[in-house]
């Protein structure tokens, strides 16, 4: 069975201010020329760059005439567009005297259709964990467990990721690569605030627990500084928990006074712990 895949051109910022663009752009009628190379990028979008069909065991070259019916431009403006097009390099020969677009390779992007049924199946479910957990906070304020798995954990398609990253790191500084693996990022701002509230022993063994962790299970996190937060927030509250029921409950004998279990966990005050309703809606 064979797998439907999509197609599409990205046009990066500076499109319009390259050399060849921007030249075309001023000459007559130089907007179609422009709006006919995009269309010829969209033609050779799923051919690798080529404008070329297979008749048989012929590769044949898309002919004006062809390149007209497809665009919907005047067979004389298709003439006239190819002719400066291969003057500019944006149109070329390649293997044997086969149409080739250099440039196509460099805004093409593709998706099987089950890598979109499976993305769209992702981000279903997360909606749904996200769901799950708020719920959860709001019946129980005093109810401090992190789920490591589900609450905090994303799947990152890598090259979206770095294409947000680098979007969003325009204005700001990149954050610094942390741990043995380069898992956690932070920045210089983020990182001296943890070790300013914590320690830097501390804020250190916890960026190498995290930086292990994402590399043994192959995870990663959008917000590294709040997942480092939370850890160091969850393993306090359990100590603290640990501390206050040996010394105020156990004593010699374990106590099944619930009336004294109720009273420490009323003692309990979640803003100490770092977290409000809006750190835990994800």
Not at 20 to 27: E, G, H, P, V
Not at 38 to 46: G, M, S, T, V, Y
């Amino acid at each position: 069975m064979s797998t439907k895949r999509y197609y599409w051109i990205k046009l990066k910022e500076d499109f319009f201010n390259l050399d060849a663009i921007d030249w075309l752009m001023s000459q007559d009628n130089g907007c179609e020329y422009v709006v006919l190379y995009q269309k010829l990028c969209l033609l050779a979008a799923n051919r690798d760059g080529f404008l070329t069909s297979k008749i048989g065991d012929m590769t044949v070259n898309f002919d004006d005439a062809r390149i007209s019916r497809a665009t919907g431009f005047p067979k004389i403006t298709v003439q006239k567009g190819m002719e400066l097009f291969e003057k500019l390099g944006l149109v070329s020969m390649k293997n044997d005297n086969e149409l080739f677009l250099p440039y196509v390779h460099e805004i093409v992007g593709s998706e099987a259709d089950s890598a979109s049924r499976v993305r769209k199946s992702r981000k279903k479910k997360a909606l749904q964990c996200n769901t799950d957990v708020t719920n959860n906070l709001l019946q129980s304020d005093t109810d401090i467990e992190i789920d490591k798995d589900i609450d905090k954990e994303i799947d990152i398609d890598i090259e979206q990721e770095k294409d947000s990253q680098a979007c969003c790191r325009k204005s700001s500084p990149p954050p610094t690569k942390y741990g043995e693996f380069g898992h956690v990022l932070l920045t210089d701002k983020q990182y001296l605030s943890l070790t300013q509230e914590h320690g830097e022993e501390k804020t250190n063994d916890y960026i190498r627990r995290v930086d292990e962790y994402c590399q043994q299970h192959g995870k990663g996190y959008r917000d590294y500084y709040l997942t480092l937060k939370k850890w160091i927030a969850k393993d306090d509250a359990d100590s603290r928990l640990k501390g206050n029921t040996s010394h105020s409950l156990t004593k010699d004998k374990p106590s099944f006074d619930l009336d004294e279990w109720q009273r420490w966990a009323d003692s309990l005050d979640p803003n100490e712990l770092g977290f409000s309703d809006d750190d835990m809606l994800y």
